[in-house]
């Protein structure tokens, strides 16, 4: 399989990227949690991203490529190639591509330290802010106690997640038929059951303080699918938690400006914006 994935950015482009794209320029970007040979990976948002926002370095932190879906059924539709291509292409245009596996791309961690088409491949690794803080990043299901004592019931838990990604589909599908923007259903069922809640909340606290006990400012992660900052007391010292999110639930990156500011982008969002900026502008030209 990973001999297939290698072969995979050499097809062409089916969708080039804007040249007359509007772009926003941050000093750093971090997605992760893309999910890419899935149907719940939501490549049309993620493309839009790309074509609209330009980094110094770009940071994917984990599961870009979902080697567990692939195993059992290889999917690999335009859009998703299209992604690696802008990705592949940033690189050669300078940007600095760290890429830190996840554990649905594990087959990736095994070339630690390699450097392939400008794209560094690392366990994890070290990020100093603009304005002086020291950030860790890392995909961070070296901290889910499932994956770590019940390997099974997280394969289990990743066929149920597929299910409702594929009515999450349906649901968005009918909701762009009738004109509304994307919603996701996954995101709001997980904001409504108390024991997921709970486990998000243990979560961040176990991965801030590792990051407390490493002796940096704070923490970068996904994994757990859900966009968040949070501030921990570790020995007398402010710990940050940064959670850059995903594209299959919320579509969310997190960027830092150039002076050292943190910003979670939630792109759905971002994309209505922009749409409803642009709109005034077209009816003033066809009034015109």
């Excluded at 791309?105 to 560094?120: K, W, Y």
């Amino acid at each position: 399989m990973a001999d297939r994935i290698a072969r995979l950015p050499r097809r062409p482009s089916r969708r080039p990227e804007p040249i007359d794209a509007a772009r926003r320029r941050y000093r750093t970007v971090w997605i992760s949690d893309v999910h890419l040979g899935t149907k719940g990976c939501n490549a049309e948002l993620l493309i839009d991203f790309l074509d609209h926002v330009d980094s110094e370095t770009m940071y994917l932190v984990g599961d870009i490529i979902d080697g567990w879906r692939l195993k059992k059924k290889f999917y690999w539709p335009a859009a998703h190639n299209d992604i690696v291509w802008r990705i592949m292409k940033r690189a050669r245009r300078g940007t600095r591509v760290v890429y830190i596996p996840g554990n649905h791309d594990e087959m990736f961690r095994q070339f630690t330290g390699l450097n392939f088409g400008g794209i560094e491949i690392r366990r994890a690794a070290f990020h100093d802010t603009a304005d002086g803080r020291r950030l860790m990043v890392l995909h961070g299901d070296e901290f889910d106690a499932v994956m770590l004592s019940h390997r099974w019931l997280a394969f289990v838990g990743d066929h149920a997640y597929h299910l409702m990604m594929r009515l999450n589909l349906v649901v968005n599908a009918v909701r762009r038929g009738l004109g509304l923007p994307y919603w996701s259903l996954s995101k709001a069922a997980k904001h409504k059951v108390k024991n997921a809640a709970q486990f998000i909340g243990r979560y961040e606290e176990v991965v801030a303080r590792a990051a407390g006990e490493r002796g940096v400012d704070g923490v970068v992660c996904g994994h757990i699918h859900t966009a968040e900052f949070r501030s921990f007391e570790h020995n007398g010292r402010t710990i940050e938690y940064w959670n850059d999110g995903d594209w299959v639930e919320g579509c969310n990156a997190l960027a830092e400006h150039h002076d050292g500011r943190m910003e979670i982008l939630h792109w759905p969002e971002e994309m209505q914006r922009r749409i409803a900026d642009a709109a005034p502008a077209g009816e003033a030209r066809a009034a015109a």
